[in-house]
């Protein structure tokens, strides 16, 4: 009887101690688990706030593809790459790769005059990111080469079994070769039926090169209803316990504060700000940087289209995403409707800031009118006679974009706008304000 009330005994003490290992697990954990912050994959993520869930294909994609020597008279041909996003799903995690056999520093010249010797398909994208993001599709990627950045892609079209990575800004290219015997598919590429390809011309940057098009381009208007989240879907999700935040509103700005972070959510701009103060030290690389953002930003963006990398902070290492439409991006007179910000380190989240408003139901216009943009050429005369002697070399970007514009009719209601864009001192404007800017001798303004 004694040995088997000694079994009882040590049992029951086994389980007080099980128990209490797990309460101080639960205890110690609390807190962690909060709103964005998931510093490992062993913990568990909270439940997305979004209703829409975006790829990670789409937004670290190639916004634009040109074709070079498909002529004789070598013109080249550019079009946007959104018809084909689902090819590009797909072969994201294809793995066609060997490995990359070696570097080297070819200039933004060299680069150029390559593109005019051969047939070349070139893909494009809106800023650099790490080789890394693309490592599953290699059989071998060497640590050396996972962190570093590239904004270029170009493959000969002749032979189509070796790639170029390629950093314009940089002027470092990373030479890849394919599986043996493998050959990288690039016929719906060249199909000119899956892409609306456009004869244009290259235009030399600010350590970019920029595609335009010969002739005017026609592009249509939009218009959605727009819709938005109660506030108190995203508090819950950054704070599950309300008892210990402190509320503060004012002017239309509503503070939600507890120990380490702080969520604003501003009415005046729709824009919900989160900040997280972590003191551990950030050993986080680049790769892993990017892949983290872009599924924090998935949690909480609703937008109905794609959003894609715009740019990458290397001073804060806070990652930008844009909204698109239909490939295009969309920008409003203030940026905090169409762009949102992501800052991770390794331990978890430390800022997000996104727009709260977000497209719903797209509404049909009738006559489905088209707004028709100048050409390339007549842009780039239009930017010589305003830039008044300073050089085109100036400017960052050149892009078509939608520009948002509220109802004034309706509050529910937003229209966007086809125009030229114009990228200088890391900010955009439309062709026309720029042009204003400039007459007005305040070009260092923006």
Request: proline letters at 4%.
């Amino acid at each position: 009887m004694g040995v088997k009330t000694d079994y009882l005994r040590n049992f029951i003490v086994s389980l007080f101690v099980l128990s209490s290992i797990i309460l101080s697990y639960v205890l110690w954990t609390a807190g962690r688990n909060v709103g964005i912050e998931e510093a490992t994959t062993s913990q568990t993520a909270r439940s997305s706030v979004a209703q829409t869930s975006h790829e990670i294909s789409d937004a670290f994609r190639p916004t634009g593809v040109a074709l070079h020597g498909e002529d004789e008279e070598n013109q080249i041909q550019y079009s946007t790459t959104y018809p084909l996003k689902n090819l590009l799903r797909e072969n994201y995690e294809v793995q066609n790769l060997e490995q990359i056999e070696r570097s080297f520093i070819w200039t933004l010249e060299e680069y150029s005059k390559q593109l005019e010797t051969g047939r070349w398909l070139e893909l494009t994208y809106n800023e650099e990111q790490p080789i890394g993001l693309l490592e599953q599709r290699f059989v071998n990627l060497s640590s050396d080469f996972r962190n570093l950045f590239y904004n270029r892609m170009l493959i000969n079209i002749e032979a189509p079994n070796r790639i170029y990575f390629y950093n314009t800004h940089t002027e470092w290219a990373y030479e890849a070769s394919t599986i043996d015997g493998d050959f990288l598919d690039l016929q719906p590429f060249l199909n000119e039926e899956n892409l609306n390809y456009k004869n244009s011309f290259s235009l030399m940057l600010d350590g970019n090169i920029a595609y335009l098009p010969y002739e005017e381009v026609e592009i249509p208007y939009q218009r959605f209803v727009i819709d938005r989240f109660p506030d108190s879907i995203y508090i819950e999700n950054f704070f599950p316990d309300t008892s210990q935040v402190d509320r503060r509103s004012q002017n239309g700005v509503t503070r939600y504060i507890d120990l380490t972070k702080e969520v604003t959510i501003n009415q005046n701009n729709n824009t919900i700000s989160y900040f997280r103060q972590i003191s551990d030290p950030d050993g986080l690389d680049a790769t892993s940087r990017f892949r983290r953002s872009f599924e924090q930003l998935n949690r909480f963006e609703n937008w109905s289209d794609t959003f894609v990398l715009s740019h990458y902070d290397l001073e804060t290492s806070f990652l930008e995403f844009h909204r698109e439409i239909d490939g295009f991006p969309v920008f409003d007179p203030t940026g905090n409707e169409t762009v949102s910000e992501v800052g991770v380190v390794e331990s978890g989240v430390t800022n997000l800031r996104l727009p709260i408003r977000y497209i719903n139901t797209p509404l049909s216009i009738q006559g489905s009118p088209t707004g028709v943009l100048i050409s390339g050429t007549e842009l780039v005369n239009q930017l010589q006679t305003g830039l008044q002697g300073r050089a085109l070399s100036d400017i960052q970007n050149i892009c078509i974009g939608y520009t948002w514009v509220e109802s004034d009719e309706d509050s529910q209601v937003i229209y966007f706008n086809p125009s030229w864009y114009v990228q200088i001192n890391d900010e955009w404007q439309t062709l026309e304000n720029f042009l204003q800017v400039s007459e007005a001798g305040d070009i260092n303004g923006f």
